[in-house]
């Protein structure tokens, strides 16, 4: 029975082989209620993935992002601001080269813990414009040891509240759900309770795989190596994934990265104090403002003026080499979600 049951067990196995050819490895978790993203808790490793980006600042110098998006880069996430009073040198320029290329590129805030949330609230809404295209805003959260001025921990109950107003704020001005840089210690001290699951993460893991760094955390986007390569950029440059498919992405930019099925929750006032509003004259209103989303509904209008973002003919994505032979690692078993 054994023998005469092996071409058929055979051939289910080569039909699943010839399914799984080329899409993302782990059954991602569609968007739900508010959330734009989908997204996975496991991956086989970032060579599966179809959809890929890169995020820079000041250090990669110039950029050629025709070169770049020849390569095979999709998206990009581009350093805007850090604290309140600090503007990525090359944040413009990489700006508007990321558009007029056809890239969908974010900006990205790196926070300050002993600064006030208000003011690199206020500075990031200054310097980053409100585009229909664009991704939506990521909030960076690490621990900075290196600053000359902050080199330390803050309180984890101190730390959820800054990137709460940050992140209700950026919601209310830019009308999409932030995007949410943890690192692996960070996370770890701060989120690793299942914090902010309402919002995208994207997650730092460069020698394992994500599941083993951030367990249990569903993810967006996974920066997978430091020292990956891309035509246009000179030297090392951070490479990342995306967790859905290029069918998921595509729908994605078309609504100019908001989730449709999402946008009545995501404008409905949220019970919780924002930032105090930018006063002119320089100072904050003191009455806190409650967290109505400013989004308006995706329509078809919105995803045709925004960039060539993601269209049907983008070029195939290029693979980054991996840091390590752990980023193709086996398929992990999947655990069931509490």
């Known amino acids: ?59 990669q110098g110039p950029i050629d992002w025709e070169a770049v998006r020849g390569s095979g880069v999709t998206f990009a ?16 320029e990489n700006w508007e080269g990321a558009r007029r290329a056809g890239i969908a590129r974010g900006a990205y805030h790196f926070t300050y813990w002993c600064g006030s949330m208000s003011e690199q609230i206020a500075w ?9 295209d664009a991704l939506p805003p990521v909030l960076d959260v ?33 009308g999409k759900k932030p995007i949410i840089y943890a690192d692996i210690t960070f996370h770890r001290e701060v989120l690793a309770g299942g914090e902010f699951a309402q919002y995208p993460f994207w997650v730092r893991s460069v020698r394992a795989l994500p599941h083993e ?24 440059v951070d490479r990342n994934v995306f967790a859905g498919s290029r069918a998921q992405w595509q729908r994605l930019a078309q609504s100019g990265f908001r989730h449709q099925g999402g946008t009545q929750v995501a404008s409905q006032v949220a019970a919780v104090p924002a930032a105090p509003a930018a006063d002119p004259r320089g100072g904050h209103q ?5 967290a109505a989303v400013a989004a308006q509904p995706a329509t078809v209008e919105a995803g045709q003026v925004m960039s060539q973002t993601a269209s049907a003919n983008a070029p195939p994505a290029a693979v980054p080499a991996p840091d390590t032979p752990a980023m193709l690692a086996p398929l992990p078993r999947p655990r069931p979600r509490q």
């Open 124 to 132: 990031f809404q200054r310097h980053v414009p409100n585009e229909p």
């Open 286 to 290: 003191a009455e806190p403002v409650l």
């Open 142 to 174: 690490e621990w900075n040891f290196d600053s000359p001025t902050c080199p330390r921990r803050v309180p984890v109950h101190v730390a959820q509240q800054k990137m709460r107003e940050f992140l209700h704020a950026m919601e209310r001005h830019y």
């Open 1 to 59: 029975m054994l023998v005469r049951s092996a071409p058929r067990i055979a051939l289910v196995l080569f039909g699943l082989a010839l399914a799984g050819c080329g899409s993302v490895p782990m059954q991602t978790a569609e968007p739900g209620g508010d959330h734009p993203f989908p997204t996975l808790t496991q991956t086989s490793g970032h060579a599966s993935h179809e959809i890929h980006g890169i995020d820079v600042s000041k250090w």
């Open 213 to 236: 760094r951030y367990p249990g955390r569903r993810w967006a986007f996974w920066q997978t190596t430091a020292t990956g390569r891309v035509a246009g950029v000179t030297g090392n």
């Open 77 to 92: 996430f581009i350093k805007a601001t850090e604290g309140g009073d600090r503007l990525d040198d090359r944040f413009r």
